[in-house]
T-cell receptor, first 116, second 111 residues
Framework: DTEVTQTPKHLVMGMTNKKSLKCEQHMGHRAMYWYKQKAKKPPELMFVYSYEKLSINESVPSRFSPECPNSSLLNLHLHALQPEDSALYLC???????????????FGEGSRLTVL | GESVGLHLPTLSVQEGDNSIINCAYSNSASDYFIWYKQESGKGPQFIIDIRSNMDKRQGQRVTVLLNKTVKHLSLQIAATQPGDSAVYFCAENHGANNLFFGTGTRLTVIP
């Protein structure tokens, strides 16, 4: 299994809703990532979990809350989002994290979020 | 500002020709670069990487060249095929797998 699976593929939510994005990998990878990608822009790093611990938070607003229940799962909890948060949210994993990591990340197909 | 960027936002090539996608970076201390391909509706896919102790690295139909003197790297795709049509990103590893992606080049292969 060499896939990173993200659900849902599409999500529409209002500014007062609470929703979650989910990501799963069964490759035994020890690092997992959330990226945000706006249309026609490159992915931007949001969070990195290494060995189930949050290792990087790129100054992301608190309305985005990551969670890593175990080494195979990564969630992104969404609350009180703004329309400008509409984007493709990409999950990725890599074999190792931290300084032992290489640049080879395995990305899911993303969850396309629309905030009304 | 961005430390990794691309010279051209779009590139069109005839099927069967070679493609060259360029990328510039500004941090002379950068020591690890990666190329990703993103097809429409999909997440980025790792293509090839190169560390600063190398000038060239080859993969299957792809070659990455690194010129540290002018802080430039390029991705060469041999015998470009329609399936190569995608957006290509160069990325710089800022350490601990903190990847900083460049702006991307959209490659269109003309049959």
């Amino acid at each position: 299994d060499t896939e990173v699976t993200q659900t849902p593929k599409h999500l529409v939510m209002g500014m007062t809703n609470k929703k979650s994005l989910k990501c799963e990998q069964h490759m035994g990878h020890r690092a997992m990532y959330w990226y945000k990608q706006k249309a026609k822009k490159p992915p931007e790093l949001m969070f990195v979990y290494s060995y189930e611990k949050l290792s990087i938070n790129e100054s992301v607003p608190s309305r985005f809350s990551p969670e890593c229940p175990n080494s195979s799962l990564l969630n992104l909890h969404l609350h009180a989002l703004q329309p400008e948060d509409s984007a493709l949210y990409l999950c990725a994993s890599s074999l190792e994290g931290g300084l032992a990591g290489t640049g080879e990340l395995f990305f899911g197909e993303g969850s396309r979020l629309t905030v009304l | 500002g961005e430390s990794v960027g691309l010279h051209l936002p779009t590139l069109s090539v005839q099927e069967g020709d070679n493609s060259i996608i360029n990328c510039a970076y500004s941090n002379s201390a950068s020591d690890y670069f990666i190329w990703y391909k993103q097809e429409s509706g999909k997440g980025p896919q790792f293509i090839i990487d190169i560390r600063s102790n190398m000038d060239k690295r080859q993969g299957q139909r792809v070659t990455v060249l690194l010129n540290k003197t002018v802080k430039h790297l390029s991705l060469q795709i041999a015998a470009t095929q329609p399936g190569d049509s995608a957006v290509y990103f160069c990325a710089e590893n800022h350490g601990a797998n903190n990847l900083f992606f460049g702006t991307g080049t959209r490659l269109t292969v003309i049959p």
